[in-house]
């Protein structure tokens, strides 16, 4: 047993994108180490078979129109299994940080006092920029990177401060990007973004059925549509993610002819 790993804590551990040799090295330890963990959808299954047998599962996966268990319902569990003394895990796919909803969690058991601690994971965007072996941020081309969720309840708009995130000099990252693609585009194009600017859809990523394709911003519903359907989506839009390897290196070349 990890004598670091009390009774009564909680973890919230970084599962990463969903390749089990993306985990860290911490949190495989603190999985091994659990008397429970709750999980999301998105956590590869690679990943759910590291735990040892014997650790209670409980799957509190929430996908885009398919939510197993609401907020105020995971928060319940997790303060009954922490105050039951078990040593607890809340996986959580990604970075937890990282719109994985944390605030929510630990206010909760905070609230009955018990201690939380965040074990960080790859998330998404990291992981789909080595996988196409680009850069998120760029010298020359990309000064900034910006991280946005496209996901909202149903029936809500998409209110982003498009005229901010239309910056040409950025790489913006939409999680959950699958099913706002055609807004996405009708934005920032209407917000001054060229709608030649280059995109990379991300689909599973770090898994055996990654399918990544590059585009254009005004192609991006069509190129979303055609391979995207129900799987998890990342899109990463600005110049960067055009310029990989060879291109890199030639255009850097131009432009200091």
């Known amino acids: 047993m990890d004598e670091s790993f009390l009774p009564g804590e909680v973890w919230l551990v970084g599962a990463g994108p969903g390749d089990p040799d993306l985990l860290t090295r911490k949190a495989e330890r603190l999985l091994r180490a659990a008397s429970v963990v709750f999980y999301d959808a998105l956590v590869g299954p690679g990943v759910l078979a590291l735990i040892p047998e014997g650790v209670r599962l ?36 990604g970075d937890p940080s990282m719109f994985g909803r944390s605030t929510e969690e ?74 706002a693609a055609g807004e996405i585009s009708r934005q920032l194009i209407a917000a001054g973004l060229d709608g030649a600017t280059p995109v990379l859809v991300a689909c599973d990523i770090s898994l055996p059925g990654e399918r990544l394709l590059h585009t254009r911003l005004d192609l991006l519903p069509i190129a979303t549509g055609a391979i995207a ?22 255009e850097l070349a131009e432009r200091c002819a």
């Open 106 to 179: 630990i206010t909760a058991l905070a609230a009955v006092g018990v201690k939380t601690r965040i074990c960080p994971g790859i998330t998404a965007a990291s992981a789909a920029s080595a996988s196409a072996g680009i850069s998120l941020s760029l010298r020359g081309f990309a000064r900034r990177v910006q991280f946005v969720t496209a996901h909202v309840r149903a029936g809500e708009p998409l209110a982003l401060d498009w005229a901010a995130l239309a910056d040409p000099h950025s790489t913006t990252a939409f999680y959950m990007g699958r099913g």
């Open 58 to 93: 409980v799957p509190v996966g929430k996908r885009s129109g398919r939510h197993s268990k609401d907020q105020a319902t995971i928060d319940a569990l997790l303060v009954e299994a922490a105050l039951d003394g078990e040593r607890v895990v809340r996986l959580k796919g």
């Open 229 to 250: 359907q129900d799987k998890p989506t990342l899109l990463l839009v600005g110049e960067a993610v055009a310029l990989g390897g060879a291109t890199i290196a030639a």
